[in-house]
């Protein structure tokens, strides 16, 4: 069974940073693309991020600079490092599976770990 | 960068209604479309990718059309459980989601 399990949230001041977590089971973290979806409290969806099967990355212009996606195969376990937190990061971040085939979409998530960031 | 328009924002509707939610992208997109289902409090759940294509374990009450710009998710026969809010993304270039449309209860 496919399974995610986010972790890593918490409060943080403005400027601050968070390694967040996101641990595969059912599946290998490097077999799929793997991506970082957030929510802000009360609003819709946003990407966030992305890894590839290949390693290659890409950001969100909102994000970009400041946060890093990773993953270490050997923990079946996806990163994302925030950094240079600010007000409007605050959120609920989920992971995302990519599903193998036409059009990308994401077809397993996780329960999403929050993010507050106030000083 | 796409955009990604969604309409109504929200609708009431009734048990048994059949219900269609539009989606339009700022270009073409293809068929680069899903359609994801999310609940209070849930992660959001793949209804329709690309398009047309019903995800596994979705019930055939939902479905998907469009190409290009213009896409629909329309719903049979509405459900109890289907009360829910609605998000299209595209997936053309990176990723990009619609702002949503809440379905309740009419």
């Known amino acids: 069974e496919v399974q995610l399990v986010e972790s890593g949230g918490g409060l943080v001041q403005p400027g601050g940073s968070l390694r967040l977590s996101c641990a595969a089971s059912?599946?290998?973290?490097?077999?799929?693309?793997m991506s970082w979806v957030r929510q802000a409290p009360g609003k819709g969806l946003e990407w966030v991020s992305i890894?590839?099967?290949?390693?290659?990355?890409f950001y969100a212009a909102s994000v970009k600079g400041r946060f890093t996606i990773s993953r270490d195969n050997s923990k079946n376990t996806l990163y994302l490092q925030v950094s240079s937190l600010r007000a409007e990061d605050t959120g609920l971040y989920y992971c995302?599976?990519?599903?193998?085939?036409?059009?990308?979409?994401?077809?397993?998530w996780g329960q999403g770990t929050l993010v507050t960031v106030s000083s | 960068d796409i955009q990604m328009t969604q309409s109504p924002s929200s609708l009431s509707a009734s048990v048994g209604d059949r219900v269609t939610i539009t989606c339009r992208a700022s270009?073409?997109?293809?068929?680069?479309l899903n359609w994801y289902q999310q609940k209070p409090g849930k992660a959001p759940k793949l209804l329709i990718y690309?398009?047309?294509s019903l995800q596994s374990g979705v019930s055939s009450r939902f479905s998907g059309s469009g190409s290009g710009t213009d896409f629909t998710l329309t719903i049979s026969s509405l459900q109890p459980e289907d009360f829910a809010t609605y998000y299209c993304?595209?997936?053309?270039?990176?990723?990009?989601f619609g702002p949503g449309t809440k379905v309740d209860i009419k």
């Open positions: 995302a599976r990519g599903k193998v085939g036409v059009a990308d979409p994401f077809d397993y």
């Open positions: 059912g599946f290998s973290v490097s077999n799929n693309y």
């Open positions: 890894i590839y099967t290949a390693g290659s990355t």
């Open positions: 270009q073409s997109i293809i068929n680069y």
């Open positions: 690309a398009a047309s």
């Open positions: 993304q595209q997936s053309y270039n990176m990723f990009t």
